[in-house]
């Protein structure tokens, strides 16, 4: 392996498949609210998924060497979601994200945990490039939340 490719750093992808189709969203920011709501920072479509079905939120590592993610069902008031919040085929309240982990956001919209090391350029590009319900282009996971302070 090069030098360069050694100094990227490695995030987690979540490779989502609703009813728009499939797209991906590279985890860098402090969180993310989930759901079928336009206000959400990912959005799904589906009927059976909650308007705030769920918040993904960086977990800094202890020894501060890095981060991890965790998912948790329901919305940022501590209301669960109305279908539920799986993964790996099991019920969670909560889950600390890993490759290859697939999340369900109710019965028919699921994610897939990848890493940027292992999708190619074109790969993840074709992912990030997300159909709009309008027929429009936009990025997935657009929303800046890198203004967020936690308390």
Do not use: W
Not at 22 to 38: H, M, T
Not at 55 to 72: D, K, T, W
């Amino acid at each position: 392996m090069d030098a360069s490719a050694q100094s990227k750093p490695v995030h987690l992808v979540l490779i989502f498949t609703d009813q728009l189709g499939q797209r991906g969203v590279v985890l860098d920011n402090i969180y993310y609210s989930v759901g079928r709501s336009p206000s959400n920072h990912i959005r799904l479509y589906d009927s059976c998924v909650s308007r705030e079905h769920a918040l993904i939120i960086r977990i800094p590592e202890e020894n501060q060497a890095g981060h991890s993610y965790m998912v948790f069902d329901g919305s940022p008031g501590s209301r669960r979601s109305t279908n539920g919040l799986f993964v790996n085929g099991k019920a969670v309240l909560s889950h600390p994200l890993r490759p290859f982990d697939k999340i369900g956001f109710g019965p028919n919209v699921t994610a897939i945990v990848e890493t940027t090391d292992r999708l190619s350029p074109e790969t993840l590009a074709a992912l990030l490039k997300t159909p709009s319900p309008t027929g429009s282009t936009t990025l997935a996971g657009a929303k800046d939340t890198k203004g967020f302070t936690a308390a």
